[in-house]
């Protein structure tokens, strides 16, 4: 009863704090987290909200294993239903946990004890142990009923699984190895399912941390150590290095590795621990045997220590005996002793997390959103049922689950408003669900066309679903098999809606063949699934204590949830006319399905007779800039928040991403005139709106409607009514909404991604994204450099504040601002699916990548900055995904050019291709060739009956294919002489013919100077790269780039391998905002490092990196002119004054870069080399 009293006490406790547990679930704030201490006697507080480290999730999550523990053990905490939902709302308080900073088991944050929170591996692994423990546990035991089970959503404990995994064995962004996570990898967590991540993690903390006392919490640790200012709550960042080798070392964690040796069944690790407790523990009153805190080195032995590490006896310190230590020690010699098995302090079965699992078959029922698909699918051969057809089986979209789930755990006494409105992840959609006596099934989010423009891609679609599939099979720990509803809809058919899109044809012939994506899949109709798919039965839904839903204390009103647009449309309740059709369920469901959808109210487009009105600039960004000006001619406010007021700059020798403002006059006035755009007016000259909105009537294409309603948002804003057709008529936004939905079907992603930007679209799992980008030990910065333009990301960030530093980074342009969204979507697919390809790539610098991919398009198709930049805008999701792709992996691909018809006008659609090993894409191997030129025959005979002249189609309408091989990326990094002819810009005999003169050039000139240009946007470094930077600087007083000085004292404050360090040594780099010119920096360091190995004590005080690339930019110079190179060859960059020509040099080789490179560090240190002299290579 004394563990009951305990657990309860500290139930009582943190109940008394129900508000901050309540705020918390939105703000993840240190101001409203639970307290990590109170007062015994009175459950209070006892100290303020700010007074000390309160946010420590990973004690929250130890509160609630245990009580899963000991409640299946059958010791009765929980009494009441209050009690459980507030427990249910501390899982939805630590779910969350693999986004959230917090200040770590320690209390103190960041190393530098500073209050700096970090995410820690021992707060995620404990929050992940303790949601598995309590998902499906019912709180009252065997007197327990549905209304007292918790529920826990399967996605939310994979992210933290995910992140943890990519975290170990590191503990934190500050701390490279931390003993606390031995909790985690062993008892009581058990959270870790990687045996062989386990065992490098526990040798990696004994290898580092282990001494003669037990073992140090993390490398210069400085708590209780004789060099630690008592007086003082905080250490100066160079004080760390004095906490070396001298860390207070703690036996606890011996008592840790005995109770793990039990466990995993080493007597060998038992009885060496056991035997080394013996040694240093202290006996007290009565013989009995106590625990001590830790062990310090005494003051007058600390020099003697820094000498001969773990040689000075030393003496215990702190409490006595450490509570928590003293437990551990009784508990592991209860177990040693045999007096307790193991399944009696782990009922359940934690410790088998590492134990295989079985091989997961994913079910795919594959539904037609209508008769009519039905029917063209069993033209294909692929016989489905309808939505209908499944009745009494239930089908809808995601999002209506994640409204569902918004009421568990809802109380009104207590003030607690239950899960808030998150995005639903595939384990979530992948289950059956009963609610009352209604089966239902969900459809994935990724499908959700309305939630983001993803959707709209069928190959993205595809995309998504096979990753999907992939991550079902690797993460699916549930009971029954997974199973994913598709629905096919209109969207999914080809242009005709006669056929099915092929790439989406494609993939229902593979899912038929059973394996798609690297998973084993079984399609069958949903009725077939019944008995062998994950059920789960949904009780906080039942009839509440008046049997209804909407009972008084349970009470549910739709404005209670986050506002769901009126132009959402659904699946709605497909079901029969039968008694149940009206059920509470579907009133309840219908509630939330219901859209104040007004009926079209856009005109349909003319077919013919354009207008010659005003253009608003959403197509193209030339006009983007002209409207700007016009917008402040018209005295609009805040033009800056639909129209870039900057130009998104390039970085010299790259595009600019956006084209330049229109030219002023001497006055300061736009030269364009109120005349030239032809908008209407009213009698007192003004914008004349109900004449602009009269115009929708007669536009001949949706960009001119795009146009007039952009307007519209800009003079009036999105909530205007515009009276069309009806009084007060639909607002600027919902003729957008409608907009969106048309544009969406012709397939126009520019205009796709900007209405998206004015109508704040929420990308799907943004925050979720960068998470996941976070915690894989990246850090982000959207924006172009330099600072304080680039703004870095480098902790999780709520998705209101993250959309809100994009905006902010990208100068208010939307278009850029929702790409950059994308992109981190995209990364985040990636670096989950194939981290390798961020490889030593430790900060992800989004804005340089989007410059990249623009600068690349503008090399293959031959053309502008500003074309390119439009044509990247016009690139399809999936071409785009594919494109990062490419330049992450390095890989060759080809530009595709093609013309389809859209608003009864032919538009050019670029997309991006695979280019094998015989230098041709893979549609061309499939044999397209042969069609291409059965096309381009009949194009020929039209436009002669056309035009009356035959035009050469070869030039203007074939597939234009533009072919560039990227060799390995990091070869710019490696002193060898790696051949680089086989990366030629045009195969032999290829496409060449298609091309401008410009293909006649040297097919290699420009390769090196890309490739540098390519790794200095992706940040990728050499391996080993800062570690070996951190050596540099202990010889040196610091290394300075372009006026910024890395400092020497960083070493005194951090450990070669501390992220910490990797971001500061980045913070310098990411000064100089020229890609390429960062990159021979880098070199430059590279070649410096090369001096640490040699017995050299000093290479002198602050070197300046910059310097010495152009001591070895003039040698260069010297020897090509001596050599005869003319003064073109040898032409300055005018922003850098390096030669053009060595950046596009090769790093090795007798005219390399690292040639002179080594010539110039030789001659800058000469004074410092020892006086036999140095070989350098």
């Known amino acids: 009863q004394s563990v009951v009293k305990l657990m309860r006490g500290l139930l009582q406790c943190m109940m008394r704090q129900v508000d901050k547990v309540e705020a918390f679930k939105y703000s993840q704030s240190t101001r409203d987290c639970l307290h990590a201490k109170y007062n015994t006697h009175t459950c209070a507080t006892v100290v303020g909200d700010t007074e000390w480290g309160h946010l420590q999730m990973d004690a929250t999550s130890l509160y609630l294993l245990m009580l899963a523990q000991m409640t299946a053990s059958g010791l009765h905490i929980i009494h009441s239903l209050d009690e459980v939902n507030f427990i249910q709302n501390l899982v939805f308080y630590i779910e969350a946990a693999y986004k959230t900073a917090d200040f770590g088991i320690w209390e103190r944050g960041d190393k530098t004890n500073q209050g700096i929170t970090e995410l820690n591996a021992s707060s995620v692994g404990m929050a992940k142990a303790a949601l598995e423990a309590l998902d499906e546990l019912d709180l009252f035991g065997a007197k327990g009923g549905p209304q007292s089970v918790i529920r826990v959503l399967s996605d939310e404990v994979q992210h933290c699984q995910s992140i943890l995994h990519s975290m170990l064995p590191r503990a934190s962004t500050s701390k490279e190895v931390d003993a606390s996570v031995l909790s985690v990898i062993s008892y009581p967590a058990f959270a870790v399912e990687d045996s062989e991540l386990v065992e490098i993690t526990k040798q990696e903390i004994i290898t580092k941390l282990q001494g003669r006392y037990g073992c140090c919490r993390f490398l210069r640790d400085g708590y209780r150590t004789p ?87 030393r003496i215990p310190m702190g409490k006595l005996p450490l509570m928590w230590g003293q437990s551990l020690y009784i508990l592991g010699c209860l177990m040693a002793e045999g007096f307790l098995a193991p399944g009696e302090i782990d009922p359940l079965n934690r410790r088998f997390a590492t134990v295989p699992k079985p091989d997961v078959v994913v079910q795919v029922c594959i539904l037609a959103e209508t008769e009519g698909i039905k029917a063209v699918l069993r033209k294909e051969g692929i016989y489905v049922e309808t939505v209908a057809d499944v009745y009494p089986i239930r089908v809808q979209p995601a999002r209506i689950l994640s409204h569902i789930y918004a009421r568990l755990g809802r109380n009104k006494q207590m003030c607690l408003t239950g899960r808030p409105y998150r995005h639903m992840g595939v384990l979530g959609t992948s289950k059956l669900y009963n609610i009352r006596k209604n089966i239902f099934t969900f459809t994935p989010q990724f499908i959700d066309q309305q939630q983001f423009y993803l959707a709209l891609d069928n190959k993205m679609i595809v995309e998504m679903l096979r990753t999907d599939l992939s991550y079902l099979c690797s993460r699916w720990r549930m009971t029954g098999q997974p199973t994913i509803t598709f629905p096919i809809s209109h969207t999914m058919l080809d242009e005709t809606g006669s056929s099915v899109h092929p790439t989406v044809l494609a993939m229902l012939r593979k899912l038929q063949d059973g394996y798609f994506g690297g998973a084993r899949i079984q ?90 009105r005003f253009r608003a600039a959403v197509h193209t960004t030339r006009d983007l800039m002209s409207l700007a000006s016009k917008a402040k001619d018209l005295h609009v406010q805040n033009v800056g928040l639909y129209v870039p007021s900057k130009i998104f700059q390039a970085s010299q020798q790259s595009v600019k991403l956006l084209s330049s403002s229109p030219q002023h006059d001497t006055d300061g006035k736009s030269q364009v ?152 979507v995209y990364l985040a697919m990636y670096i989950r699916t194939q981290p390798a390809l961020f490889a030593e790539m430790f900060r992800i610098r989004i804005g340089l990548i989007i410059q990249v991919m623009a600068t690349e398009l503008a090399h293959f198709l031959h053309c502008s900055g500003t074309e390119a930049t439009e044509n990247l805008m016009n690139l399809s999701p999936s071409d785009m995904k594919s494109l990062l792709y490419h330049i992450l992996s390095g890989k060759e691909f080809g530009v595709e050019r093609s013309v389809r018809s859209v608003d009864s006008s032919l538009t050019t659609a670029l997309s991006i291709c695979e280019v094998g090993a015989v230098g041709a894409t893979k549609p061309e191997r499939a044999g397209l060739v042969r069609l291409k030129s059965e096309i381009k025959q009949q194009l020929d005979k ?55 003169d410009k293909g006649s050039k040297d097919s290699r000139q420009g390769q090196w100077q890309r490739r540098r240009r390519l790794d200095g946007a992706l940040n990728r470094v050499p391996v080993g790269f800062y570690q070996k930077v951190w050596k540099v600087l202990q010889k040196c007083h610091g290394l300075s780039v372009e006026g910024f000085v890395l400092p020497s004292s960083t070493t005194r404050e951090m450990t070669p391998g501390e992220m910490k360090f990797a971001a500061h040594v980045e913070s310098v780099l990411n000064r100089v905002p020229q890609p390429e010119y960062r990159q021979l920096l880098v070199e430059a360091i590279l070649v410096l490092t090369m001096l640490v190995d040699m017995e050299v004590h000093t290479i002198g005080g602050i070197i300046a990196v910059e310097k010495i690339l152009h001591m070895a930019n003039d040698l260069f110079y010297e020897e090509q002119k001596a050599l005869g190179a003319d003064d073109h060859m040898l032409e300055r960059d005018p922003t850098t ?28 240190v000469y004074d410092f080399l020892p006086a036999d002299g140095c070989s350098m290579q």
């Not at 060595?1142 to 800058?1164: E, H, I, Q, W």
């Open 1137 to 1164: 004054g390096i030669c053009s020509l060595l950046y596009d040099s090769a790093p090795s080789g007798r005219f390399g870069t690292m040639t002179y490179l080594s010539k110039s560090v030789a001659m800058y």
């Open 523 to 612: 399609t069958g109709k949903l009725s077939e699934f019944l008995t062998t798919s994950c059920r789960t039965h949904l009780s906080f839904m039942d009839p509440g204590p008046e049997g209804k839903v909407f009972a008084k204390s349970y009470e549910l009103s739709i404005d209670s949830f986050e506002e769901l647009d009126a132009e959402e449309w659904l699946h709605g309740l497909r079901v029969a006319e039968d008694e149940d059709a009206y059920d509470e369920v579907a009133q309840y469901l219908d509630h939330l399905l219901q859209r104040t959808v007004p009926q079209s109210n856009l005109p349909p487009t003319a077919q013919r007779g354009g207008l010659n």
């Open 227 to 313: 060099k630690e200012d008592p007086n003082r709550l905080y250490y100066e960042p160079a004080e760390l290095k004095l906490f070396e080798n001298i860390e207070c070392e703690w036996p606890l964690f011996w008592a840790y590795l005995i109770i793990d040796g039990i466990f995993t069944g080493n007597m060998e690790q038992v009885q060496e621990y056991r035997e080394a407790l013996e040694g240093i523990l202290i006996k007290g009153k009565n013989g009995v045997r106590l625990l001590p805190e830790l062990y310090s080195v005494p003051p007058d032995k600390v020099d003697e220590e820094y000498r001969n590490p773990h040689t000075v006896d």
């Open 673 to 824: 005139s109120y005349a030239e755009m032809n908008l209407p007016r009213d009698e007192d000259g003004n914008v004349d709106c109900k004449a602009l909105v009269d115009q929708l009537r007669i536009c001949p294409t949706l960009q001119e409607q795009a146009d007039i309603l952009y307007m519209l948002h800009i003079l009036k804003g999105p909530e205007w009514h515009t009276g069309l057709d009806s009084e007060p008529g639909p607002t600027v936004k919902e003729l957008l909404t409608e907009l969106y939905v048309r544009v969406g079907h012709t397939r126009q992603w520019a205009l796709i991604r900007y209405i998206s930007g004015i109508l704040k679209k929420k990308v799907e799992a943004l925050d979720e994204a960068c998470t996941d980008l976070l915690s894989h030990q990246k850090q982000l910065t959207v924006g172009l450099p330099p600072e304080p333009r680039e703004k870095t990301i480098s902790t999780p960030m709520p998705y209101e504040e993250l959309v809100r530093l994009i905006d902010e980074a990208s100068e208010k342009n939307l278009s850029v601002s929702i790409l950059t969204q994308e992109i981190m």
């Open 942 to 996: 039209r436009r002669q009956s056309l035009t009356g002249s035959k035009v050469n189609f070869g030039q203007q309408w074939a597939a234009f294919f533009c072919v560039f091989n990227f060799a390995a990326v990091s070869v710019v990094l490696v002193l060898s002489a790696q051949s680089a002819g086989h990366s030629e810009l045009l195969g032999k005999g290829s496409f060449s013919s298609m091309l401008e």
